[in-house]
């Protein structure tokens, strides 16, 4: 028996309406799909870079801000820049730039005691078991307080008084 991979299958289903015909890729089609979709999912998760590679501007803006941040650890995420530092983790402490420098936002972390109460009956209601594992407070370019809460590694943004915003991707 003789396949062409490089033929599309189709399949033919009969039904009381008329018949319905599925035409499914052809094996190479399927695979430079494949291909090009891990690469727009790798791509679009964070990524760690060198110091390095960093773009000046932000480099320095951020040595202006936090000249005193040791061990401080770069990640590319959805072209913007995110230093960390500070804590057990080395991620005590979060800022993000714009590669121009512009700065986008602040993330301290915080106990989760510290979250505000809509949050954790928000996380009850919603993920039913699952803990709270990391939360910080996140402050914008203009000042406009926000809570982050970790939950099944997904980061879940809330409004300074504690209701939900969104799931971050």
Known sequence: MYINIFQPLTFKISTDSGDMFIKIFDMK????????????????RAQTVKSNEVP???????QKSYANATQVTWEKEKGNYEANWGGKSG????????PSGEL???IQAIPISQLPKGVSRYVKAH?????ITEA????????KVSFEA???????LFD???NFLKVED
Request: proline residues 2%; hydrophobic residues 40%.
């Open 160 to 162: 300074e008084k504690g």
């Open 104 to 106: 986008i936002e602040v």
């Open 91 to 98: 991620e005590d402490h979060s800022v993000q730039y714009r």
């Open 56 to 62: 000046a501007p932000v480099k320095a803006a951020f």
């Open 127 to 131: 993920y039913k078991g699952a803990r």
């Open 150 to 156: 970790e939950v099944n590694k997904k980061d879940i």
């Open 29 to 44: 089609t399927s695979l430079i799909l494949a291909v090009i979709l891990t690469s727009c999912t790798m791509a679009a």
């Open 136 to 143: 910080g407070r996140v402050t914008d370019a203009k000042g």
